[in-house]
């Protein structure tokens, strides 16, 4: 596994051993000033109240994050994303983008490992837009005039998507072509990984590989790290976990590879997934319904920042409480995270022998697991009912029980739950 640089200032990273207790093989990532904690997900309880919450929690952007940022700050775009990963919602609940310039669509595009420079890939985009248009004409009867049909430039339908004000029609219908083009899009990769004939293993490796040179460049860029660090789960970690699951098949596992960043506080949450959405993948392909965020309440934290005039402009309806319930039976009931899981994008063209041009593209993804955190918060997860070693003791006693009693043991757990709760 790959090792980030020494840092001089801090002590070298304290890695779990492969075949440790928790079943993870060892960490990889950057110096932390402490032992970084084994991945765990989930929480066991209620959501604080918002008053509960820290002035840490504005969207404050200090001098070393704008230059993180690129000396920009959080405008609506990156709001929206940000909101969309920690709801776990789905970019097809969208009514418009936030393109201002080819150049804001080159770099999207290029998240998706398109290059727009590449007559191969213009190939691409213009075969998965064809389709798109064919679908919402043949099947949902909708009608585009020829610019939108047959453009130029398809990069142009990511600008109109994005106007506003005025007579939208235009802008709906680009709308709805980028959305098809993302369902399509996706619905190949997988195809296409099923065709191919690299492994698992190998393509986690290529994901990973890209997630490290990342972590170096975030670092690079002067962003606020404590550690930047990821691990792969063990054949005898995956089969606990699927024991203690509801859903016991191997499709359900999603953090097969996964990554923890801390962060020095927790105002730098927001920039940090801001940051990785510009850098390292596209936003529109978080998977829905599998964030949880009980660690950042969005609303507030604008409101604490003066932007509360945000709100009313952001994508979708905003709900009255922004934090995730907890329904992680394991964990300790005050154990906070941000977490989410991502389909990475990962090209294999010259990796598999195998040619499907335009037809099928040259990705696939990789589900990766993405935890986000602070430092204090690191710390408080690590001590009482939260530290992992209880964690993985509550698990597999989960597991011992459902063997031995089956569905009487799900049924005392889900009990024990109810009674906690009166």
């Avoid at 595009?109 to 043949?138: I, K, M, S, W």
């Avoid at 130029?152 to 990511?158: I, T």
């Avoid at 109109?160 to 709308?175: P, V």
């Avoid at 335009?358 to 990789?366: H, K, M, S, Y």
Wanted: charged fraction near 25%; proline fraction near 5%.
């Amino acid at each position: 596994m790959h090792t980030f640089p020494p840092d001089p200032s801090t002590p070298a990273l304290v890695t779990e051993p492969a075949g440790s207790e928790s079943g993870e093989t060892a960490s990889f990532g950057l110096p932390t000033t402490a032992s970084p904690s084994p991945l765990h997900g989930g929480v066991d309880e209620d959501d604080p109240p918002p008053d509960t919450l820290s002035a840490s929690d504005t969207l404050t952007i200090d001098a070393s994050l704008r230059s993180a940022l690129c000396g920009r700050e959080l405008d609506l775009g990156d709001l929206d994303a940000i909101r969309l990963i920690l709801r776990g919602n789905s970019v097809i609940d969208w009514n418009r983008a936030h393109f201002h310039s080819l150049d804001d669509v080159d770099r999207f595009l290029r998240l998706h490992l398109l290059d727009p420079t590449q007559e191969g890939d213009v190939r691409r985009l213009r075969f998965v837009h064809g389709e798109a248009v064919n679908y919402l004409e043949e099947h949902l009867g909708l009608h585009f005039p020829d610019d939108l049909r047959e453009p130029e430039d398809v990069r142009q339908l990511f600008i109109l998507a994005s106007q506003t004000g005025g007579f939208r029609r235009r802008q709906i219908l680009a709308c709805a072509i980028l959305k098809l083009m993302h369902v399509i899009n996706h619905l190949e990769a997988a195809e296409l990984h099923f065709q191919a004939s690299l492994s698992e293993a190998r393509i986690l490796d290529l994901a990973e590989r890209r997630i490290v040179a990342a972590a170096d460049r975030m670092r690079a860029d002067g962003f606020p790290l404590v550690a930047f660090y990821g691990s792969r789960k063990t054949r005898n970690s995956v089969i606990t976990k699927l024991l203690a699951k509801k859903e016991n098949v191997a499709a359900t596992i999603f953090d097969k590879l996964r990554f923890r960043i801390v962060t020095e506080s927790r105002s730098h949450i927001l920039p940090a997934i801001s940051w990785l959405t510009r850098e390292l993948f596209p936003f529109n392909y978080v998977l829905p319904g599998q964030s949880h965020n009980n660690l950042v309440h969005l609303p507030d934290a604008l409101r604490r920042l003066g932007a509360a005039d945000k709100l009313p402009a952001m994508q979708g309806e905003l709900e009255s409480v922004e934090l995730s319930k907890d329904d992680n039976p394991f964990s300790g009931g005050s154990y906070r995270i941000v977490n989410f899981i991502v389909d990475f994008p990962v090209r294999i063209d010259n990796h598999d022998g195998n040619r499907y041009g335009a037809l099928l593209g040259p990705t696939v993804f990789a589900m990766v697991e993405f935890q986000i955190i602070d430092r204090e918060t690191a710390r408080l997860n690590e001590i009482g009912e939260n530290a992992h070693r209880l964690y993985k003791e509550r698990q597999r006693a989960i597991v011992a029980r459902r063997l031995k009693k089956g569905g009487a043991a799900r049924k005392s757990r889900k009990a024990a739950q109810e009674g906690e709760e009166t």
